[in-house]
Protein backbone atom coordinates (compact mmCIF):
# COMPACT_ATOMS: atom_id res chain seq x y z
CA UNK A 1 0.00 0.00 0.00
CA UNK A 2 1.18 3.46 -1.02
CA UNK A 3 0.12 5.90 1.18
CA UNK A 4 -0.18 9.94 -0.15
CA UNK A 5 -1.83 12.49 0.99
CA UNK A 6 -5.09 11.92 -0.85
CA UNK A 7 -4.43 9.12 -2.48
CA UNK A 8 -3.89 5.38 -1.82
CA UNK A 9 -2.38 2.94 -3.81
CA UNK A 10 -3.27 -0.48 -3.26
CA UNK A 11 -3.14 -3.87 -4.98
CA UNK A 12 -6.27 -5.21 -7.41
CA UNK A 13 -9.22 -6.85 -5.34
CA UNK A 14 -11.90 -9.23 -6.94
CA UNK A 15 -14.37 -6.67 -6.38
CA UNK A 16 -13.21 -4.05 -8.46
CA UNK A 17 -13.87 -5.89 -11.66
CA UNK A 18 -17.18 -3.40 -11.87
CA UNK A 19 -15.39 -0.55 -11.45
CA UNK A 20 -12.68 -1.73 -13.97
CA UNK A 21 -15.35 -2.33 -16.82
CA UNK A 22 -17.25 0.76 -16.29
CA UNK A 23 -13.93 2.88 -16.56
CA UNK A 24 -12.55 0.69 -19.36
CA UNK A 25 -15.76 1.08 -21.54
CA UNK A 26 -16.11 4.77 -21.17
CA UNK A 27 -15.13 5.78 -24.38
CA UNK A 28 -14.26 9.24 -23.38
CA UNK A 29 -11.79 7.60 -20.46
CA UNK A 30 -9.95 5.16 -23.21
CA UNK A 31 -9.89 8.11 -26.29
CA UNK A 32 -6.06 8.28 -25.66
CA UNK A 33 -5.42 4.90 -24.55
CA UNK A 34 -4.05 1.45 -26.18
CA UNK A 35 -7.51 -0.62 -25.10
CA UNK A 36 -10.32 0.23 -27.26
CA UNK A 37 -12.54 -2.67 -28.13
CA UNK A 38 -15.76 -2.98 -25.46
CA UNK A 39 -14.59 -4.58 -22.72
CA UNK A 40 -16.49 -7.44 -21.67
CA UNK A 41 -16.33 -9.59 -17.87
CA UNK A 42 -14.71 -12.25 -19.53
CA UNK A 43 -11.69 -10.37 -20.96
CA UNK A 44 -11.77 -7.99 -18.09
CA UNK A 45 -11.29 -10.92 -15.30
CA UNK A 46 -8.70 -12.64 -17.46
CA UNK A 47 -6.35 -9.03 -17.73
CA UNK A 48 -6.85 -9.20 -13.82
CA UNK A 49 -5.77 -12.54 -13.68
CA UNK A 50 -2.75 -12.86 -15.55
CA UNK A 51 -1.38 -9.21 -14.18
CA UNK A 52 -2.27 -10.91 -10.87
CA UNK A 53 0.03 -14.01 -11.96
CA UNK A 54 2.58 -11.74 -13.39
CA UNK A 55 2.81 -9.93 -10.10
CA UNK A 56 3.13 -6.54 -12.16
CA UNK A 57 3.49 -3.33 -9.99
CA UNK A 58 -0.32 -2.62 -10.52
CA UNK A 59 -2.08 -0.96 -8.06
CA UNK A 60 -6.08 0.76 -7.78
CA UNK A 61 -5.83 4.12 -6.70
CA UNK A 62 -8.25 5.67 -4.09
CA UNK A 63 -8.60 8.12 -2.27
CA UNK A 64 -10.64 8.97 1.32
CA UNK A 65 -13.44 11.31 2.07
CA UNK A 66 -13.53 13.13 4.93
CA UNK A 67 -15.82 9.94 6.63
CA UNK A 68 -13.00 7.83 5.88
CA UNK A 69 -14.71 6.58 2.90
CA UNK A 70 -12.56 4.80 -0.08
CA UNK A 71 -13.24 5.49 -3.54
CA UNK A 72 -11.49 3.65 -6.46
CA UNK A 73 -11.18 6.53 -8.70
CA UNK A 74 -8.17 4.33 -11.25
CA UNK A 75 -5.36 2.46 -11.62
CA UNK A 76 -2.22 2.99 -12.67
CA UNK A 77 1.13 0.57 -12.61
CA UNK A 78 4.31 -0.33 -14.16
CA UNK A 79 4.57 -2.96 -16.75
CA UNK A 80 7.29 -4.72 -18.66
CA UNK A 81 9.20 -4.13 -15.34
CA UNK A 82 12.84 -5.16 -16.85
CA UNK A 83 15.47 -6.21 -13.96
CA UNK A 84 18.40 -6.70 -16.22
CA UNK A 85 18.30 -3.07 -17.76
CA UNK A 86 16.33 -1.59 -14.88
CA UNK A 87 13.15 -0.14 -16.74
CA UNK A 88 9.63 -0.22 -16.85
CA UNK A 89 6.44 1.21 -18.54
CA UNK A 90 3.98 3.43 -16.43
CA UNK A 91 0.69 3.81 -17.11
CA UNK A 92 -2.46 5.13 -15.48
CA UNK A 93 -6.54 5.90 -16.04
CA UNK A 94 -8.43 8.18 -13.75
CA UNK A 95 -11.84 6.13 -14.54
CA UNK A 96 -13.74 8.43 -12.30
CA UNK A 97 -14.05 11.43 -14.60
CA UNK A 98 -15.23 14.00 -11.83
CA UNK A 99 -11.75 13.29 -10.29
CA UNK A 100 -9.86 14.82 -13.57
CA UNK A 101 -8.08 18.23 -13.25
CA UNK A 102 -7.70 18.23 -9.22
CA UNK A 103 -3.97 17.33 -8.88
CA UNK A 104 -4.78 13.33 -8.60
CA UNK A 105 -3.01 12.25 -11.47
CA UNK A 106 0.10 14.19 -10.17
CA UNK A 107 -0.15 12.55 -6.79
CA UNK A 108 -0.72 9.61 -7.87
CA UNK A 109 2.41 9.04 -10.37
CA UNK A 110 4.76 10.38 -7.36
CA UNK A 111 3.78 7.63 -5.62
CA UNK A 112 3.96 5.27 -8.30
CA UNK A 113 7.75 6.71 -9.19
CA UNK A 114 8.78 6.77 -5.82
CA UNK A 115 8.12 3.25 -5.80
CA UNK A 116 10.12 2.24 -8.92
CA UNK A 117 12.89 4.21 -8.32
CA UNK A 118 12.75 3.30 -4.46
CA UNK A 119 11.86 0.00 -3.77
CA UNK A 120 11.78 -2.13 -7.77
CA UNK A 121 15.41 -0.19 -8.15
CA UNK A 122 14.53 0.78 -11.62
CA UNK A 123 16.92 3.12 -13.55
CA UNK A 124 14.50 4.31 -15.86
CA UNK A 125 10.50 4.92 -16.35
CA UNK A 126 9.38 5.11 -19.73
CA UNK A 127 5.71 6.73 -20.57
CA UNK A 128 3.81 8.16 -23.87
CA UNK A 129 0.97 10.55 -24.51
CA UNK A 130 -1.31 10.95 -27.67
CA UNK A 131 -1.09 14.74 -28.83
CA UNK A 132 -4.24 15.82 -27.84
CA UNK A 133 -4.22 14.64 -24.49
CA UNK A 134 -3.35 17.72 -22.92
CA UNK A 135 -3.60 16.57 -19.22
CA UNK A 136 -1.38 13.70 -19.45
CA UNK A 137 1.65 15.51 -21.58
CA UNK A 138 0.89 18.31 -19.09
CA UNK A 139 1.28 15.89 -16.33
CA UNK A 140 4.82 14.04 -17.71
CA UNK A 141 6.23 17.51 -18.17
CA UNK A 142 5.31 18.44 -14.25
CA UNK A 143 6.59 15.45 -13.43
CA UNK A 144 10.00 15.96 -15.39
CA UNK A 145 9.96 13.25 -17.89
CA UNK A 146 12.04 14.21 -20.63
CA UNK A 147 10.45 14.02 -24.36
CA UNK A 148 12.46 11.31 -26.35
CA UNK A 149 11.26 11.36 -29.66
CA UNK A 150 7.53 11.68 -31.61
CA UNK A 151 6.25 8.31 -33.39
CA UNK A 152 4.43 10.24 -36.06
CA UNK A 153 0.51 9.22 -36.99
CA UNK A 154 1.52 6.59 -34.58
CA UNK A 155 -2.44 5.51 -33.59
CA UNK A 156 -5.88 6.32 -34.54
CA UNK A 157 -8.91 7.39 -32.66
CA UNK A 158 -12.12 9.36 -33.13
CA UNK A 159 -11.26 10.02 -37.13
CA UNK A 160 -8.03 11.03 -36.85
CA UNK A 161 -4.34 9.80 -36.83
CA UNK A 162 -2.20 10.71 -33.34
CA UNK A 163 1.10 11.85 -32.79
CA UNK A 164 2.60 9.75 -29.82
CA UNK A 165 5.06 11.71 -27.71
CA UNK A 166 7.66 9.29 -26.03
CA UNK A 167 8.42 10.24 -22.48
CA UNK A 168 11.50 9.02 -20.73
CA UNK A 169 12.81 9.76 -16.66
CA UNK A 170 15.76 8.91 -14.94
CA UNK A 171 16.22 8.35 -11.79
CA UNK A 172 19.07 11.09 -11.29
CA UNK A 173 16.08 13.51 -13.39
CA UNK A 174 14.25 12.53 -10.41
CA UNK A 175 15.81 12.79 -7.11
CA UNK A 176 17.42 16.53 -9.16
CA UNK A 177 13.76 17.36 -9.78
CA UNK A 178 12.81 16.84 -5.70
C1 LIG B 1 -4.43 12.07 -18.07
C2 LIG B 1 -4.84 11.95 -16.61
C3 LIG B 1 -4.10 10.81 -15.94
C4 LIG B 1 -4.49 13.27 -15.89
O1 LIG B 1 -4.78 13.13 -14.51
P1 LIG B 1 -5.36 14.38 -13.68
O2 LIG B 1 -5.57 13.98 -12.28
O3 LIG B 1 -6.54 14.90 -14.41
O4 LIG B 1 -4.13 15.40 -13.80
P2 LIG B 1 -3.70 16.51 -12.71
O5 LIG B 1 -4.95 17.13 -12.15
O6 LIG B 1 -2.73 15.93 -11.75
O7 LIG B 1 -3.01 17.57 -13.65
C5 LIG B 1 -1.63 17.67 -13.94
C6 LIG B 1 -1.41 18.92 -14.74
O8 LIG B 1 -2.05 18.81 -16.01
C7 LIG B 1 -3.00 19.84 -16.19
N1 LIG B 1 -4.16 19.28 -16.88
C8 LIG B 1 -4.94 18.25 -16.45
N2 LIG B 1 -5.89 18.02 -17.35
C9 LIG B 1 -5.71 18.91 -18.37
C10 LIG B 1 -6.37 19.14 -19.61
N3 LIG B 1 -7.41 18.41 -20.00
N4 LIG B 1 -5.88 20.14 -20.42
C11 LIG B 1 -4.82 20.87 -20.05
N5 LIG B 1 -4.13 20.67 -18.88
C12 LIG B 1 -4.59 19.71 -18.06
C13 LIG B 1 -3.35 20.33 -14.81
O9 LIG B 1 -3.80 21.66 -14.83
C14 LIG B 1 -2.02 20.17 -14.08
O10 LIG B 1 -1.16 21.23 -14.34
P3 LIG B 1 -0.99 22.45 -13.27
O11 LIG B 1 -0.66 21.83 -11.96
O12 LIG B 1 0.08 23.28 -13.86
O13 LIG B 1 -2.31 23.13 -13.22
C15 LIG B 1 -6.39 11.72 -16.47
O14 LIG B 1 -7.07 12.77 -17.09
C16 LIG B 1 -6.84 10.39 -17.07
O15 LIG B 1 -6.71 9.36 -16.44
N6 LIG B 1 -7.37 10.41 -18.33
C17 LIG B 1 -7.87 9.21 -18.98
C18 LIG B 1 -6.83 8.14 -19.27
C19 LIG B 1 -5.56 8.73 -19.87
O16 LIG B 1 -5.59 9.47 -20.83
N7 LIG B 1 -4.45 8.31 -19.28
C20 LIG B 1 -3.12 8.79 -19.66
C21 LIG B 1 -2.52 7.89 -20.63
S1 LIG B 1 -0.84 8.37 -20.91
Redesign the pocket.
Known sequence: MLKGERVELRPIKENDLKNFLKWFNDME?TR??ISYLPMTEASEKKWIEETTAKREPVFVIETRNKKGHATAI?ACGLHRVNHKDGNAEM????GEKI????????ETLTLLIDYGFNFLNLHKIS???YEP????I??HQ?LGFVQEGKRKEHAFSNGQYLDLIEFGLLREEWKESK
Open positions: VYLGGITIFWGQGFGFSGSNKGSKLK
